[in-house]
């Protein structure tokens, strides 16, 4: 069964620092892979997607993440952090034969003045 | 603007009480979900529905059941609600045959005393 994990509960970050919050997955098979944000009191928006091709994708608000197969890993990063960045941060994986994403964690991004 | 529509945005509610959360997109999107959001626990799905008179059981269907009589609803019942049901419900939609990226409703907060 996949699976999807997020080592890091919380990473505190001084403001225009950089970032990157990690994420591992467990599959047998051929994966979709996303970051969805969530700020306080609000429903998920999607950050960014890997689908195929290459394996740095970009994002929304200057994100990025690396997929590598070898490590399972799809890290997010960020070269200088807001204080509007602060939110949660959410990995998660679609099998290709499925619709469903399997959520991680999630990571708590508290970007300080 | 288009989107997921979920009802009501908070609950109080008494174990054993049968409860509803409502949820309505849009977007003719085929496939919708169920997803409950756990301090720690990340994102889980109840149950999900890859298109109209269809659903299946996701990791944490128990006490939980849903139904999809047309493209646009997609209701989430409670028949007898215990406390362990307190947490945040998230409507979501997705096209099926895309990319799998799932739109989110704003949440459910469902407090069970």
């Known amino acids: 069964a996949q699976s999807v994990t997020q080592l890091d509960s919380q990473v505190p970050v001084f403001e225009e620092a950089p970032v990157e919050l990690r994420c591992n997955y467990s599959s047998s098979v051929s994966v979709y892979l996303f970051w969805y944000v969530q700020y306080p009191n609000q429903g998920l928006q999607l950050l960014l997607k890997?689908?195929?091709?290459?394996?740095l994708v970009k994002g929304i608000n200057g994100f990025e993440a690396e997929f590598n197969k070898s490590q399972t890993s799809f890290h997010l990063r960020k070269p200088s952090v807001h204080i509007s960045d602060t939110a949660e941060y959410f990995c998660a994986v679609r099998m290709d034969s499925s619709y469903k994403l399997i959520f991680g964690s999630g990571t708590r991004l508290l970007v300080r003045p | 603007i288009a989107g997921i529509t979920q009802a009501p945005t908070s609950q109080i509610l008494a174990a054993g009480r049968r409860m509803t959360l409502r949820c309505t997109q849009d977007m003719r999107h085929n496939a919708m979900y169920w997803y409950r959001q756990d301090l720690g626990l990340g994102l889980r799905l109840i149950h999900y529905s890859n298109t109209a008179g269809t659903t299946g059981k996701g990791e944490v269907p128990d006490g939980y059941s849903v139904s999809r009589a047309n493209t646009d609803d997609f209701p989430l019942t409670l028949a007898s609600a215990v406390p362990s049901q307190t947490s945040v419900y998230f409507c979501?939609?997705?096209?099926?045959?895309?990319?799998?990226?799932?739109?989110f409703g704003e949440g459910s907060r469902l407090t069970v005393l």
């Open positions: 890997y689908l195929s091709g290459s394996t």
């Open positions: 979501a939609s997705s096209k099926t045959g895309g990319t799998g990226e799932l739109f």
